[in-house]
Structure formats: structure tokens, C-alpha cells
T-cell receptor, first 114, second 114 residues
Framework: AQTVTQSQPEMSVQEAETVTLSCTYDTSESNYYLFWYKQPPSRQMILVIRQEAYKQQNATENRFSVNFQKAAKSFSLKISDSQLGDTAMYFCAFMKPSGQNFVFGPGTRLSVLP | NAGVTQTPKFQVLKTGQSMTLQCAQDMNHNSMYWYRQDPGMGLRLIYYSASEGTTDKGEVPNGYNVSRLNKREFSLRLESAAPSQTSVYFC?????????????FGPGTRLLVL
């Protein structure tokens, strides 16, 4: 069974600074998909970024980028120029090719400080 | 285009009462999902429907039933609510299961069982 671990329950960063959230996972699959979702206080789940394991190039989406290390089974999220609106829970999620659903990590609560 | 909608937003039940959580999507997606989110944990899959007319159990199906009423709607029923079912429930949809499409989430339903 796949597992997803986020070792940082809480983090904080000053506005305009850069922060990196960690995620590791365990799988025997060679191909799979990884996601970062953001959950603000409104509780809506919002897709931040997605990475296909067969792609070596790290995904980027504006201020958000990932560092995908397949051999180490690591998938960290970097947020550049942090903004107050980035304050939220961030969930790392895994999906295998034949899978029907995500396996989510426990989340990291990020606070952006003014 | 409303995306994924859920009703109600908040509900209080007494132990033993029943209720149905409603979910609808207007994106013509084939697959729909029900998750629950407990404090300090990621989302866990309750049931999913890969396509209209099919439903399958997820990780935590006990105490729940589902109905895929049509392509748009996927309901979750608690026949006899228990305090352990106090949680936030999220519905999600995707174009097709197994294609690793991004899942789109509804705003959630907060359920309190006394």
C-alpha cells in the first residue's frame, strides 16, 4: 500500500520570503502521479501543482515549483515570494496509474506572517 | 459553471439519525468520489463511482452507502449516524478514473454527530 508522509505539521514564513514544504512517499510503482493541494480556511481543496513521475522535469506553476526526486521518493513544494493568501493547509497526494483515488499525507499548516 | 457543489454545508445529527449528503458536478465528468477529512489527517476515500451506474468501496466505507443517481449527481447516505462519523465530507469529480486527471473538489460538508 502507498503511504505519504509530511514531516512538518506546521511552518511559518515571512511575507515575500521563500518556503519549502516536504513530502515523501512509499510505493513500488514505477509510474504514478503526485499532487500538492491547498486548503485555505474556507476548506475548499485547490490544486496547486501536479507532477507525472515519468517526467524528469520539475513542474512549475507561477510562484509554486516542486523538487521531484524519484529515487529518494521525495516531492517537495517551494513557494517563492510568499503572500498572505498562501496561508493554508497543504496536502501532498499520490495516485498510481491504475488507482481510483488519491492517498493523502496528513498535511502541513503554513502561516505567512506580515 | 459551478464546478462541484455540495449540500448541506453544515449539519448536526443525533446518534442514530440518518441523512443524505448531496453532490453534483456540471463538468460532464465520469468519475465521482466521496472523502472524509478528520482533524490532523488527510482525506480518506469512502466510496467512488468510476462511471454512471457503478460504485465501489474505498478505504473507509463502513457505515455509509452511496448512489450514483445520474452522471451529475453522487449522494452519500448515513443510515444510522455515529459520533465517529463527525467529520468534514468532500465530494470530488474527475473526467475519468485511471487517467490521473486532476480531481476537482466541492466546498465540503461539515457534519457533527452528537
Amino acid at each position: 500500500a502507498q503511504t505519504v508522509t509530511q514531516s512538518q505539521p506546521e511552518m511559518s514564513v515571512q511575507e515575500a520570503e521563500t518556503v519549502t514544504l516536504s513530502c515523501t512517499y512509499d510505493t513500488s510503482e514505477s509510474n504514478y502521479y503526485l499532487f500538492w493541494y491547498k486548503q485555505p480556511p474556507s476548506r475548499q481543496m485547490i490544486l496547486v501543482i501536479r507532477q507525472e513521475a515519468y517526467k524528469q522535469q520539475n513542474a512549475t506553476e507561477n510562484r509554486f515549483s516542486v523538487n521531484f526526486q524519484k529515487a529518494a521518493k521525495s516531492f517537495s513544494l517551494k513557494i517563492s515570494d510568499s503572500q498572505l493568501g498562501d496561508t493554508a493547509m497543504y496536502f501532498c497526494a499520490f495516485m498510481k496509474p491504475s488507482g481510483q483515488n488519491f492517498v493523502f499525507g496528513p498535511g502541513t499548516r503554513l502561516s505567512v506572517l506580515p | 459553471n459551478a464546478g462541484v457543489t455540495q449540500t448541506p454545508k453544515f449539519q448536526v445529527l443525533k446518534t442514530g439519525q440518518s441523512m443524505t449528503l448531496q453532490c453534483a458536478q456540471d463538468m460532464n465528468h465520469n468519475s465521482m468520489y466521496w472523502y472524509r477529512q478528520d482533524p490532523g489527517m488527510g482525506l480518506r476515500l469512502i466510496y467512488y463511482s468510476a462511471s454512471e451506474g457503478t460504485t465501489d468501496k474505498g478505504e473507509v466505507p463502513n457505515g455509509y452507502n452511496v448512489s450514483r443517481l445520474n452522471k451529475r449527481e453522487f449522494s452519500l447516505r448515513l443510515e444510522s449516524a455515529a459520533p465517529s462519523q463527525t467529520s468534514v465530507y468532500f465530494c470530488a469529480s474527475t473526467q475519468a478514473a485511471g487517467l490521473q486527471e486532476t480531481q476537482y473538489f466541492g466546498p465540503g460538508t461539515r457534519l457533527l454527530v452528537l
